[in-house]
Nanobody, 120 residues
Framework: VQLVESGGGLVQAGGSLRLSCAAS????????MGWYRQAPGKERELVAY???????SYADSVKGRFTISRDNAKNTLYLQLNSLKPEDTAVYYC???????????????WGQGTQVTVSS
């Protein structure tokens, strides 16, 4: 599985961005996809993940502001970021987990990351 993120950039506080993560390869093996972020000098943290439409979870710090969604036909994961704050500044990474089902194996994949910078 290969993951390519896009959509990051520089935005003022209160603004919005939409991140995309295009998946390719053995996408049929993907069970869960999510977004993580890592700010300078901090550990990588979970932002949101999606196992199915009915199984979505958000970090407390982004609840009500960020929305994760997935277009299975396009094999693309999205993260809508609204009401952005300077503390949201980080590199955002897409993650995909595959499960051992049929010819699929259990594995963990990461994109290269996309920078989000929020100015005050």
């Amino acid at each position: 599985v290969q993951l390519v993120e896009s959509g990051g950039g520089l935005v003022q506080a209160g603004g919005s961005l939409r991140l995309s993560c295009a998946a390719s390869g053995d996408t049929i093996c993907i069970s869960t996809m999510g977004w993580y972020r890592q700010a300078p000098g901090k550990e990588r943290e979970l932002v949101a993940y999606m196992h199915s439409v009915s199984s979505i979870s958000y970090a407390d710090s982004v609840k009500g502001r960020f929305t994760i969604s997935r277009d299975n036909a396009k094999n693309t994961l999205y993260l809508q970021l609204n009401s952005l704050k300077p503390e949201d500044t980080a590199v955002y990474y897409c993650n995909a987990i595959t499960e051992q089902v049929g010819l699929c194996s259990t594995d963990d994949y990461w994109g290269q990351g996309t920078q989000v910078t929020v100015s005050s």
